[in-house]
Each structure stands twice: as structure tokens, then as C-alpha cells.
């Protein structure tokens, strides 16, 4: 048996373990980089840490610090409450609103599934309230996750950039970054029109809050014939009453919020997509920069912080680009493009490549489909018939879109914060079969649009 089938192999299995056993797909690669290195390729120990990705730790490890300060001092909800104050009483909105945040803060920086964390929470909460469809807020968080996915300062974007920087192709981190953003915009237009939104411009906030109101007063009066004391003050009726006394709270609650350490933060927020894109310095450099006079300004704010970082991922990432590493020096990415060049029809294989992405990301790590498939397309792509920006673009959309899936982290995280009285079973079926529309379509249309056209 090659070596180059056997790495195959090798791969195959990681992926199979890390999606039936709860391991850490990175840690599978680290041993699975060690045995093909050291065992079948005699490689020095010093020469496999070699293709470890230092400078995508640090990025990683900065980025996700950083985020975990600005979630302890309350920035991100300063956020999120200022938006939703814009919208003022556009129930229409808030869907865009959880979209739009999720989207800039993956773009500046955070991960995915970190995005997806912060905000699905809140999301569903507004679903609740106001009566808008649980799957459509809930799947407008993941799509902007997505959007901003591919930003020159986002993860997945540092990742794809960084593996195609030194190939010589005629490349544009930009056009990557703008089609996974109007990608998921018109999936997500498309989603608001077909499960209700259209609905929501005829609703008020205020109609919401008047009858959560009118309900609780219901509830207090209830009690006090049951012989419960419960204390109604103020001029006015009692809707009226607690309707001031709500939105009092809420407002009081917003400035207090309004902090040194909140402000500082989105400054830092700014200087790190200024510097980073504006200037080309190192991301990872700025983000843990930035973090660091976070907790500088102030300690107790970056209390926990450290813990917060996305361990699991970073240990996933560092691991897989290890182990690609070591594939390379096997020859398996060069054996695998002209296996798959040797098709004959470049765009059927272009097609392959991008289901394949699809599907196994539906199951697995988005971030370490990427950082296997995206090599494994670079070989093929230097035949010249086929557009690489279109390649890579459409392989990065179909592998990061079907993180709707309910097996894959994003779509587990909304399924997790299913509001309360929600029929979970009914909603694991909803996302379950809007996730196979996306993964047998998506890589579909994907492929259409960003490749076809640069093949005719």
C-alpha cells in the first residue's frame, strides 16, 4: 500500500472517530501526523512541529480572548441593546438586527460557534416574545455567523487566505469575503419571506409588551384572591404602570451598562479591523494587544477570560493544519488533484469537491473540512481550466453553510437555546430538514454560480 493511500486512509478514519467519539478531532491529527511522519515517512519530530501554525494560534488565542472580555463586561449586550433600540417598535427588524450582529462579530474576529453562542440565546428570547418563527431567528443567527465568516480578519477567512497565499493564483481575499456574505444574505432574504416575516411589518412592539402586561396584571390579580400579596404602584392603570415601570428598568438598565471598559472595548473593537486591515499588521499580534489593555483598564472584566478561549478549537485547527502539513510531504495532496484532475471534466470535479465539503462539514468541523479540502483543490486548480477564486470561494460557501445542520455545532447551538414551551422534538425536525434542503442545494447552487461562470 502507498504512503499517499494510506494518509488517505489515516484521514478518513480521524474523521469517522472524531464524529462517532466524543475526541478531539485535533488530537486525532496530532498522532495521526506523528505516525504517518515519524513511522512511514521517517520524518524528523522537529520537522513534523514544523508545519504546526504558529502565527493561526496566536491569531486564534487572541481573538477569542479578546471576545470572551468583551462578553464578561457586558459590551456585547450593550451592543445587541442599542440595536434593538433602532429598530424601535419594527418587530420586521429584529430579525436583520440578530443577523447583521452576528455577522460583524464574526467578521472582526470571533469564531462561528463563539458568535453563534452569544447571540442564538437572544435571538430565540426575541422569538419568544414578540411570536416569530423559533427556526427563522434562529437560522438567521447561523447565516450571519457565515456572512462575515470570511472577512480577512475572520477565522475561517485567516484560514483560506492563508493556506492559498503562496500558490501564485490569481486570488482576492475580498471576493471570498463578498460571497459568503451575499450568499447567506439572500439564503437568509429567502428565509424571511418564506416563514413569516412578511407578517411581521404589520406588528408593533408595543403590541407585545401591552399584552405581557396585561397578562401579568391578570397573574397578580389572580393572586391576591388566591391571598398572595403581590404590590401594584403608581398613577394610572396597572398596564400602564408596569408598562412605565418595564421600560424604566430596561433604560436604567442600558446606562448603567454604559461603561470605561465597555467603551474601550468597541474602541478596540475599531483599531483592531483599522490596524489588522488598514496597516497588514498580524492579527493575532493586534487582537491580544487589544485584549490585554482590556484587562488591563480593567481586571475584573477578564476575570474567567482565559478559560473562555476556544481551546477545543484551537487544539481542532492547530492539529488539522499539522497534519496537512505532513500530507504534503507524503505527496497525498498532489496524488488526490490528479486523481480528481483525471476526471477529465473540471467542472463535474469542481461540483465534487464542493458536495463533498457539504456533506461532511454537515457531520463534522467546518473549520477542519477547510483546512483539508482547500489543499487538495490547490494542485488541481493549477491545470488552468478553471478559476481558482471561484473554486475557493464556492468550496468555502458549501462547507461553512451547512453548519445549519442540528449535528453540526452552529445548528446544536440553536437547537440548545430552543425558547421555552417550545415542542424541541418538532424543532429538531424543522432545523434537521432545512438543514438536508441546504446540504443537497447549496453546494448546488454554489457551484453555479461562483464557478460555472468562470469556466464559460
Not at 467519539?21 to 504517518?36: D, I, R, Y
Not at 459590551?75 to 438586527?97: E, H, M, Y
Request: proline share 4%.
Amino acid at each position: 500500500m502507498s504512503v499517499q493511500l494510506l494518509s488517505i486512509i489515516i484521514l478518513a478514519a480521524m474523521f469517522l472517530i472524531a464524529t462517532l467519539l466524543p475526541v478531539n478531532m485535533g488530537a486525532l491529527a496530532f498522532v495521526g501526523a506523528f505516525l504517518l511522519g515519524a513511522v512511514f515517512l521517517g520524518m524528523e519530530t522537529d520537522d513534523i512541529i514544523a508545519n504546526f501554525p504558529g502565527g493561526l494560534f496566536l491569531t486564534l488565542v487572541g481573538v477569542t480572548y479578546l471576545f470572551a472580555i468583551a462578553q464578561n463586561n457586558g459590551t456585547i449586550d450593550l451592543l445587541v441593546n442599542g440595536a434593538v433600540k433602532l429598530v424601535r417598535s419594527r418587530v420586521a427588524l429584529i430579525p436583520w438586527i440578530m443577523f447583521i450582529i452576528t455577522g460583524v462579530i464574526t467578521a472582526v474576529g470571533a469564531l462561528g460557534p463563539a458568535a453563534v453562542a452569544i447571540m442564538a440565546p437572544v435571538a430565540l428570547g426575541f422569538a419568544a416574545k414578540h411570536k416569530i418563527s423559533p427556526l427563522l431567528m434562529g437560522m438567521m443567527v447561523v447565516h450571519g455567523a457565515q456572512a462575515g465568516g470570511f472577512s480577512p480578519i475572520a477565522v475561517y477567512g485567516v484560514i483560506v487566505n492563508g493556506i492559498v497565499a503562496d500558490t501564485g493564483f490569481d486570488y482576492s481575499p475580498m471576493a471570498l469575503f463578498l460571497s459568503s456574505l451575499i450568499f447567506n444574505f439572500l439564503i437568509a432574504v429567502v428565509l424571511f419571506m418564506v416563514l413569516g416575516g412578511r407578517n411581521l411589518f404589520s406588528a408593533r412592539v408595543e403590541q407585545f409588551v401591552e399584552g405581557a402586561a396585561d397578562a401579568r396584571m391578570r397573574a397578580s390579580v389572580g393572586a391576591r384572591a388566591s391571598g398572595t400579596d403581590v404590590d401594584f404602584r403608581g398613577t394610572g392603570s396597572g398596564t400602564d404602570s408596569l408598562k412605565r415601570k418595564e421600560k424604566a428598568a430596561n433604560d436604567d438598565g442600558v446606562v448603567a451598562k454604559q461603561t470605561l471598559p465597555q467603551f474601550a472595548t468597541i474602541a478596540g473593537l475599531i483599531i483592531l479591523a483599522v490596524v489588522a486591515l488598514g496597516f497588514k499588521v498580524d492579527v493575532g499580534f493586534v487582537a491580544i494587544t487589544v485584549a490585554v489593555a482590556l484587562a488591563l483598564i480593567s481586571p475584573r472584566s477578564q476575570k474567567g477570560a482565559v478559560e473562555k478561549i476556544s481551546w477545543s478549537t484551537v487544539l481542532l485547527i492547530c492539529g488539522m493544519l499539522t497534519f496537512v502539513g505532513v500530507l504534503q510531504e507524503a505527496g497525498t495532496i498532489e496524488y488526490v488533484s490528479d486523481g480528481v484532475a483525471s476526471l477529465g471534466m473540471p467542472l463535474l470535479a469542481a461540483l465534487l469537491i464542493c458536495y463533498i465539503g457539504a456533506v461532511v462539514s454537515a457531520f463534522a468541523s467546518s473549520t477542519a473540512i477547510l483546512a483539508a479540502l482547500i489543499p487538495l483543490a490547490i494542485p488541481f486548480l493549477e491545470s488552468g481550466e478553471i478559476g481558482a477564486i471561484g473554486v475557493i470561494a464556492a468550496l468555502s460557501v458549501a462547507s461553512t453553510v451547512v453548519d445549519v445542520s442540528p449535528f453540526s455545532t452552529n445548528g446544536a447551538l440553536v437547537l440548545a437555546n430552543a425558547p421555552e414551551g417550545t415542542d424541541r422534538d418538532r424543532f429538531y425536525k424543522q432545523i434537521l430538514a432545512y438543514g438536508g434542503i441546504v446540504v443537497a442545494v447549496g453546494p448546488l447552487v454554489a457551484w453555479l454560480v461562483l464557478v460555472v461562470p468562470g469556466w464559460l
